[in-house]
């Protein structure tokens, strides 16, 4: 099983400001990267795949890099809705498709 | 509009069984696999099973193997997640979401239905 590792685990930002959101894998999942955001009481919504493919909808802000091991979730500038819980999943091997712990992006 | 509707969540005691509905509506249901997710409170995601759109390829969690089992009515545009031998570390809030193309990334999700194990 591949390990998904997300750091930080909380994220302080003022509004404004650029945040960026690591995630490591264990082994390599090539391009095989997605992205969740999840805001209090809400289920999550895609935000990424394919590590740089922003989902239907999402905005300009948000985007992804790396491949193989290291990914990067960069959110340019930070809007009162961004601040919330981002997960990444691996999909390159399956099952099952992992989940990282999680970044809590929180208002400083 | 997708729309998936979770239902079925309750109190269960340790041991015992539920079963978990999502009503899908909004797209062609029938061509698109599903996946149930689940989140105990406070705690992150784990993915918890796959099915195709033609139930022909199934896949659990091993945390789950054995004990839950996944089937969809195509007809009826719904997915089920049947729970056996229920733990208290199955405690969560379960999520149906579609399956983007296969591939385990879940494009939608459901607002998800509250699993609580206890005695």
């Known amino acids: 099983e591949i390990v998904m590792t997300q750091s930080p685990a909380t994220l302080s930002v003022s509004p404004g400001e650029r945040a960026t959101l690591s995630c490591r894998a264990s082994?390599?999942?090539?391009?095989?990267l997605a992205w969740y955001q999840q805001k209090p009481g809400q289920a999550p919504r895609l935000l990424i795949y394919?590590?740089?493919t922003r989902a239907t909808g999402i905005p300009a802000r948000f985007s992804g890099s790396g491949s193989g091991t290291e990914f990067t979730l960069t959110i340019s500038s930070l809007q009162s809705e961004d601040f919330a819980v981002y997960y990444c999943?691996?999909?390159?091997?399956?099952?099952?498709?992992?989940f990282g712990g999680g970044t809590k992006v929180e208002i400083k | 509009e997708v729309q998936l509707v979770e239902s079925g969540g309750d109190l269960v005691q340790p041991g015992g069984s539920l079963r978990l509905s999502c009503a899908a509506s909004g797209f062609t249901f029938s061509i698109y696999s599903m996946n149930w997710v689940r989140q105990a409170p406070g705690k992150g995601l784990e993915w918890v099973s796959y099915i195709s759109g033609s139930s022909n390829t199934i896949h659990y969690a091993d945390s789950v193997k054995g004990r839950f089992i996944i089937s969809r009515d195509n007809g009826e545009n719904s997915l089920d997640l049947q729970m056996n031998s229920l733990r208290a570390e199955d405690t969560a809030v379960y999520y149906c979401a579609r399956d983007r193309y296969g591939d385990y990334v879940s494009d939608y999700w459901g607002q998800g239905t509250l699993v609580t194990v206890s005695s």
């Open positions: 394919g590590a740089s």
């Open positions: 082994q390599s999942v090539s391009s095989n």
């Open positions: 999943q691996q999909y390159n091997n399956w099952p099952p498709a992992t």
